[in-house]
């Protein structure tokens, strides 16, 4: 999920918390607490930072190691050490409890997204991502601002949260089956697709639609149960060329084809320069693909420009291509 619903999801904790009576009956614990999962809810996603490092390392490392079930242990351990210095005469086991309850709600909401966590880690690198629910979901955010307002208006904090994610479970229902409807409905359009992936939008009846087939690539959008096929690609296997190769090598190709399940590849050349671009499907946007990865190699097949990451023009491709030579 986005940051401010992490936020809003550590506060309305804090609210349930109220419910254990060591909590409730202890201002300072309270106080603790309610810091505790704030801070709880936000201490896996500080791999962000990551990405002031390059594209390529926020990729292959955005929700793995800080998502993993190590993390989830560690992380409750760390903030309740150190709030218990801050807080000293805090309950310290009820502190951990509400602060691991607020990590792990982290990673677990975290899986529903499209872009998964490596949840299993260390037992398995497997991205999990059930995409039933969009990085940002209004409702589920909005939801939780109209508990954390009835709250401050004085309403019961216990009963106001516990109202708000008996609701969000409902809602998490409706959703998968809402998504197993499209799927199915896909299915019905496509009766020779081996792959599908329907991956959400903030639109509650809207979803993204990538689908495989042995001969063909297929992207859409889903409106209800209505499908639009909007582009339909041929299905060819990577060239096994040493140019291939050489680019599959770098480090920006080879964070995308990690992370990426369903994608096509170009090769061209531009002034005795070849080009490599490999093209995530899953995020048509305006009649383009703004997730890529890019290589340029020389007739040596040496990559001398590479990119991966976020694109929405060309021009600001070759800006980005421009700016990883210097």
Same mark, same amino acid.
């Given at each position: 999920?986005?940051t ?8 309305s ?5 109220m419910?254990d009576?060591?909590?409730?009956? %202890? ?10 999962t ?7 996603d ?6 002031? =490092? /390059? ?5 292959? %490392?955005h ?14 351990i ?14 310290l086991?009820?502190?951990? &409890?509400?602060?691991?309850l607020?990590?792990? &709600?982290? *990673?677990f909401v ?10 299993? $880690? ?6 999990? @991502? !059930?995409?039933?629910i ?7 955010f909005g939801?939780h601002?109209?508990? &954390? ?13 516990a109202t ?8 998490y ?7 197993? @409807? ?6 019905n359009?496509i009766?020779?697709a081996?792959?599908?992936?329907v991956?959400?939008t903030?639109?509650?009846f ?14 859409? $959008? ?8 909007y582009?339909?690609f041929?299905?060819?296997p ?9 680019a !599959? ?7 995308? *084809?990690?992370?990426?399940?369903l994608y $096509? ?15 995530d499907? =899953? ?11 890019v ?5 040596e ?5 590479s990119?991966t990451?976020?694109?929405?023009s060309?021009?600001?491709?070759r800006?980005? &291509?421009?700016?990883?030579? /210097?």
């Open positions: 999920m986005d401010g619903t992490h936020i809003v999801m550590g506060i904790l804090g609210g349930l918390a419910a009576p060591a909590v409730a009956g %202890h201002p300072i614990t309270m106080t603790a607490v309610i810091a505790g704030i801070i709880g809810s936000q201490a896996p500080i791999d962000t930072v990551l990405k002031l =490092r /390059n594209n390529a390392v926020y990729i292959r %490392h929700r793995g190691i800080t998502h993993s079930i190590p993390a989830v242990i560690i992380w409750p760390l903030i309740t050490f150190v709030l218990g210095m801050i807080f000293q005469e805090a309950n086991l009820h502190l951990w &409890l509400w602060t691991f607020a990590v792990f &709600l982290h *990673v975290d899986i529903f997204n499209s872009y998964g966590t490596q949840a299993l $880690r260390p037992f398995s690198n497997k991205w999990v @991502a !059930l995409s039933v969009n990085t940002f979901d209004p409702i589920i939801a601002l109209i508990a &954390l307002m009835f709250w401050a208006f004085g309403t019961n904090p216990v009963w106001t949260i708000l994610y008996v609701v969000l479970f409902f809602y229902v409706i959703r998968f089956a809402v998504q197993s @409807a499209v799927k199915h409905a896909v299915r359009t009766p020779d081996e792959e599908i992936i991956a959400p903030m639109r509650f809207q979803w993204r639609i990538a689908a495989d087939s042995k001969r063909h690539h297929y992207v859409g $959008r889903a409106y209800g149960r209505s499908i639009n096929i582009d339909k041929p299905k060819t990577l060239p096994t060329s040493n140019l291939m190769q050489a !599959l090598k770098d480090k920006n190709v080879a964070a995308f *084809v990690s992370f990426s399940p $096509r590849w170009e090769i061209s050349e531009i002034d005795d320069i070849y080009e490599v671009r490999l093209i499907l =899953r995020y048509r946007s305006n009649d383009y693909y703004p997730f890529v990865a290589a340029r190699l020389n007739h097949c040496k990559v001398i420009q990119y990451g976020w694109i929405f060309e021009d600001k491709l800006e980005k &291509l421009d700016f990883s030579m /210097n």
